[in-house]
């Protein structure tokens, strides 16, 4: 990729700054400190590998600007190929020269860097001098130009001795040993690095030391990438000594963690705040008077600003949400924007969820969502994440009203309160009610811990100590005398397996939001339990002051009581690890006085209880007597009149409450006075004696031909049981009377839901399962009509301009009347003036899991030309994206160059009348398609048609084109 601003004198390709300004335009917006992005090894800047496009998807969601994001490609514009000799000293003088471009064209004394891999070394050998003869000369360092350098999975001291680590990657060898050295002092990772070890964060004492260079003027931070091909080479060896952050993830093993680290949200977020700390424009301070939440009619939001005389900028919308397909699709009734000074209000004059983004110079944006006179739904995340998590970890939630869907992208969202995740993740939360109000999304950051490791022979972990005799001995039977395996070092042990539990050392602490005391408002008390190796200890807690036991109701790792009725309630609480140890018990004492409307109360607070239970839920004397309180039990809203499934009683009732699962009772009211309440009561019933019953191959999804379905169970039972609903049966839940019993694999032919669940020979009855399938009964051919209203085109104009267009007809190629581009220095084709590419979206999440793909093109439909499109052998490219281009599901000008998952993958020839099929997809784009969701496809003109010769092709739009899909069988691999 070779994108830069025209007026950008580069001697390298990459991309970066923003092409439709020119150098004063750049430096006047520039605000936050500038970031270099150096690639690895074998890749280049906008590699779909190795490259630093998803890190600089990450800086543009962090509010940075294109003119602030930079990246080059010093090892050249295409390079996928591994540099074995002198990759640092052979590229240091273009690699400099380039950097201090940057620097001098948007006129800046820092730059933050970003490196990964090979580009760790890179950027310490600009910042010491390194010379193309792999000298080090420290006169000619760049100290003064850096203000945080980010080192991602390097290979900071080297690459071990073995197999692959030659010249400047070898550990002890010259270049690794002068790479430590500046100046006089030896060993020195961080010059002019932070000068306090209190201050530096770092997994091992030893990597915490400060040296007589040491004055704070550059912020380092190191990620290390446990496990992947580097540091399974050299353990250890992206750390750097002396550093502000030194942070181990676990995101995989080999080649695949070495991609990961630099495409994990976690990774971004846990080294974000050391970004911009020496920006070029000062932050502006501002804080507002409203945290998100519910408020009355009319709500005014007051400013503090500082300093005296500077703005914030504000963007409101009042809109509604909802999930679709998949994606959060926006409506939005209106919106606002403007800039505010010290003590002035935004007032929001409409009832409605507001979404308000507060932002100001280099600093970060600040979100808010007000209810106004309505009540949006209250979301909270209840599991910690203070401390990393083995094997697996079930993320729970609470909402007072709505579905919660959860993502990993901010992009795809599925409808689950408590996703299970294996690998660190962030993960995003959002409730939306039935009208389309939503909670604030909300999310947290899991890693999953990082085991120290060795990976050697047999042989070698033997003589280490690592395995004993009789472990030598079974390995050596089992696996052969040459075999080379990975231990983990775990409870003082080395074991094979680095998700072995470990032994809890002391209890875990226990903290509750609130201090208790008098209340005149209702509160949510927030309880938390945090421990050093448990990730998920359990909170047990009372409302009567009694003393908590494993019978009393509990949350996992952390809860919320809402206290919202009038009198003295005491909570007591405690927790307790894996390992059986009990935390001290703290209670607090609420007395409740709250005046303020009418609340729906419960006698039985939320939480998990190990056998029936009967709350009484009632509405308060004041509210009047006959209030009739309307309610559900199956997650509908109570507030619909027209809601069949809604129920009522007068003044108070008693509920029973059993069975294994989650329960939850919604309710509303409406009092003599006409003040509305609407309150959510939720329990789990789990007595922790039932039987599991698991699912293979797959816990439902769209399958082709037949599926055969198992179901094993952990223990003994007297019943496993199931039940089908398809045309032919309504299967309802399995019982003792009712179901089939299983005794054989089941095979499904059509769509169908299972439901199936296990009975213990002590009686206990497990929760039911469900599971969905969508049959295709023979593999097919199938036909996906493009969406009409995510199709379109987009034009590149002169300046770098990108303009959308919508319709009935697609434009590929020139525009008539648009000029031709000039030829940028270095550069060979003129820029793209004048340049239109259609995007066709499709879903194509009906495409069963268990197929294979073994053909795949695209039909379209000719309407006009201009000019000739096929002249010196131009045809139409395919490109490939497994869900959508760019930022966003609908068409944005990004989405003109963004990165496609498979570019390339077909081809449509010349044609001229009626319809014309492309070639067949390549493997490539075969494996693009997306079977679960969207799958987006943009056509271009190759090579592009010169803006001044009105070479255009225009194709039908809509349901005019459409993508033919050949299943193969699921026994068939695809060719």
């Known amino acids: 990729m070779n994108q830069f601003p025209n007026d950008f004198p580069h001697t390298l390709t990459g991309f970066g700054g923003d092409p439709s300004l020119d150098q004063a335009q750049h430096r006047e917006r520039c605000k936050k400190c500038p970031v270099i992005l150096v690639h690895g090894n074998a890749t280049n800047s906008s590699d779909p590998k190795y490259g630093m496009q998803a890190m600089r998807t990450f800086l543009k969601n962090a509010d940075y600007q294109d003119c602030e994001i930079w990246a080059l490609d010093y090892l050249g514009e295409h390079n996928t190929l591994p540099v074995l000799f002198g990759p640092h000293r052979n590229h240091i003088d273009a690699f400099r020269r380039f950097v201090d471009e940057v620097r001098d064209y948007l006129d800046v004394e820092k730059l933050d860097f970003i490196g990964h891999s090979l580009g760790c070394g890179m950027v310490n050998g600009y910042l010491r001098g390194l010379q193309s003869d792999g000298q080090w000369n420290h006169e000619d360092h760049r100290l003064d130009a850096a203000g945080t350098f980010v080192g991602i999975a390097g290979a900071t001291y080297g690459l071990g001795t073995g197999i692959g680590s030659v010249d400047e990657f070898r550990t002890g060898g010259p270049f690794e040993v002068a790479s430590h050295r500046f100046g006089d002092v030896s060993s020195e990772d961080t010059p002019a690095g932070a000068n306090d070890r209190s201050q530096q964060i770092a997994p091992d004492e030893a990597w915490k030391v400060t040296t007589s260079l040491d004055d704070n003027q550059v912020c380092y931070v190191s990620i290390i990438a446990r496990e992947d091909f580097v540091d399974q080479m050299h353990p250890n060896t992206s750390r750097r000594h002396g550093a502000d952050l030194n942070k181990v993830f676990n995101v995989g093993s080999g080649t695949t963690g070495h991609e990961r680290i630099i495409k994990e949200q976690a990774v971004f977020d846990a080294f974000k705040g050391y970004l911009n700390r020496q920006a070029p424009v ?158 604030p999304i909300v999310s947290r950051t899991y890693e999953k811990k990082a085991v120290e490791f ?133 209670t607090k004492t609420y007395t409740m006085e709250c005046k303020d409307g009418p609340r729906i109360s419960c006698d039985k607070p939320g939480g998990v209880y190990p056998g029936p239970i009967h709350p009484m839920i009632s509405v308060p004397d004041q509210a009047g007597s006959g209030t009739v309180v309307y309610y559900t039990d199956d997650g509908s809203d109570p507030s619909d009149p027209n809601n069949p499934n809604r129920k009522s009683f007068v003044d108070k009732k008693r509920f029973t409450i059993r069975g294994n699962g989650t329960h939850a009772i919604l309710c509303y009211m409406k009092d003599s006075a006409g003040h509305e309440a609407f309150q959510a009561f939720g329990w789990q019933i789990d007595d922790d004696d039932y039987p599991e019953t698991r699912i293979s191959p797959s816990a439902g999804g769209n399958v082709v031909g037949e599926v055969r379905i198992e179901l094993k169970v952990c223990e003994p039972c007297e019943w496993t049981r199931y039940t ?26 059509q769509n169908a839901r299972l439901r199936f669940r296990s009975k213990s020979l002590s009686g206990k009855l497990e929760p039911v399962h469900t599971a969905t399938f969508t049959v295709t009964r023979q593999p097919d051919r199938l036909v996906f009509d493009s969406d009409p209203q995510c199709t379109g085109y987009l034009i590149a104009e002169q300046g770098g301009t990108i303009l959308v267009g919508t319709g009935n007809m697609l434009r590929i190629g020139a525009v008539a009347g648009s000029t031709a581009g000039t030829v940028p220095a270095g550069s060979e084709q003129p820029a793209p003036h004048g340049d239109s590419r259609a995007i066709l979206h499709f879903d194509t999440s009906s495409l069963p899991d268990n197929a294979g793909i073994r053909h795949a093109c695209l039909e379209v439909a000719f309407h006009a030309k201009s000019g000739d499109p096929w002249s010196g052998g131009r045809n139409i490219e395919v490109d490939v994206q497994r869900g959508h281009f760019g930022s966003s599901r609908a068409l944005h000008a990004g989405d003109w160059d ?78």
Request: glycine share 8%; hydrophobic share 35%; proline share 5%.
């Open 282 to 439: 000062p932050p502006v301070s501002f804080s507002v008077d409203k945290e998100s939440g519910n408020y009355g009619a009319n709500l005014q939001v007051t400013l503090t600003v500082s300093p005296a005389g500077a703005t914030v900028d504000y963007a409101a919308r009042r809109l509604t949400r909802a999930v679709q397909a998949g994606y959060l699709v926006e409506t939005v009734a209106e919106a606002h924007e403007g800039a505010l000074s010290n003590q002035q209000s935004l007032t929001l004059a409409h009832d409605g969820a507001w979404d308000v983004t507060f932002t100001a110079g280099s600093g970060e944006p600040l979100a808010r969502t007000y209810g106004v006179n309505v009540l949006v739904p209250e979301l909270a995340i209840l599991t910690d994440n203070g401390t990393p998590f083995q094997g697996s970890l079930e993320v729970k939630t609470m909402t007072s009203k709505g579905t919660v869907y959860y993502s990993t992208d901010k992009t795809e969202w599925l409808a689950r309160s408590n996703p299970i995740i294996h690998e660190t993740t962030t993960l995003y939360f959002i409730a939306i009610d039935a009208e389309g109000l939503a909670s």
């Open 454 to 586: 060795v990976k050697a022979s047999l042989a070698a972990h033997f003589i280490a100590g690592r395995l004993d005799v009789s472990g030598y001995l079974d390995l050596t039977r089992q696996l052969g005398a040459n075999a080379v395996i990975t231990l983990y070092f775990v409870n003082g042990e080395w074991v094979r397996d680095p998700d072995v539990t470990e032994v809890a050392l002391a209890p875990p602490d226990i903290s509750i939001s609130d201090e208790g005391g008098v209340k005149d408002a209702p509160v949510t008390v927030a309880l938390a339990a945090h421990h050093a190796t448990d990730s998920a200890p359990t909170i047990y807690y009372t409302l009567d002051g009694s003393p908590p036991t494993r019978r009393s109701p509990c949350f996992t790792s952390s809860g919320l009581i809402r206290l919202d009725s009038a009198g003295t309630t005491t909570l007591t609480c405690r927790a307790c690890d894996a390992a059986g140890h009990w935390s001290d018990t703290v």
């Open 724 to 749: 089908i609903d398809n045309d032919a049966l309504d299967g309802s839940e399995p019982s003792d009377t009712n179901g089939e019993t299983y005794t054989a694999p089941i095979v499904l032919a």
């Open 898 to 975: 963004a990165r496609a998952t498979a570019e390339g993958v077909a081809r449509i020839e010349e044609c001229s009348s009626g319809t014309c099929n492309s070639t067949d997809f390549s493997q490539a784009g075969l494996d693009a398609i997306n079977k679960t969701g969207i799958t987006q496809c943009r056509l271009r003109m190759t090579p592009p048609a010169n803006g001044g010769n009105g070479a255009c092709l225009m194709l039908e739009g809509g349901t005019m084109a459409r993508l033919y899909v050949t299943l193969a069988s699921p026994d068939q691999a695809s060719p």
